[in-house]
């Protein structure tokens, strides 16, 4: 990812309403959700999401396909890996570093107590 798209995708997410909408999409995963859905969700007029999701769209942060009558919305997790690494190719890289930086994309698993 070079620093225009990074720019575009940071600005796309700089807003409540489509960072809402954008980690609506990654919980939901690869089969995405209807607008109305999204809509409902972040309990937002459809003519006013439209102006959201073409935002995201435009910044490669989300697809949109057909599905009949419906537009299916999903997060692009190949932008956002890209972007999350182009924001820590600098790390230091080091043994504490590695820890602290490593995304997490589910929790850890409990641990039983002795």
Same mark, same amino acid.
């Given at each position: 990812?070079?620093?225009?798209?990074?720019?575009?995708?940071?600005?796309?997410?700089?807003?409540?309403?489509?960072?809402?909408?954008?980690?609506?999409?990654?919980?939901?995963?690869?089969?995405?959700?209807?607008?109305?859905?999204?809509?409902?969700?972040?309990?937002?007029?459809?003519?006013?999401?439209?102006?959201?999701?073409?935002?995201?769209?435009?910044?490669?942060?989300?697809?949109?396909?057909?599905?009949?009558?419906?537009?299916?919305?999903?997060?692009?997790?190949?932008?956002?890996?890209?972007?999350?690494?182009?924001?820590?190719?600098?790390? =230091?890289?080091?043994?504490? =570093?590695?820890?602290?930086?490593?995304?997490?994309?589910?929790?850890?698993?409990?641990?039983?107590?002795?």
């Amino acid at each position: 990812m070079d620093a225009a798209a990074t720019i575009a995708a940071l600005g796309a997410l700089a807003h409540d309403t489509r960072l809402a909408v954008f980690r609506l999409l990654v919980e939901r995963g690869p089969e995405g959700l209807p607008a109305g859905a999204i809509a409902h969700s972040v309990n937002l007029a459809p003519s006013s999401l439209s102006f959201h999701l073409q935002l995201l769209t435009q910044a490669h942060l989300i697809t949109q396909r057909r599905l009949g009558r419906q537009l299916i919305y999903a997060a692009q997790f190949e932008t956002m890996t890209a972007l999350v690494a182009y924001l820590t190719e600098n790390c =230091c890289g080091g043994p504490i =570093c590695a820890a602290i930086c490593a995304p997490v994309c589910a929790p850890e698993p409990e641990r039983k107590s002795a």
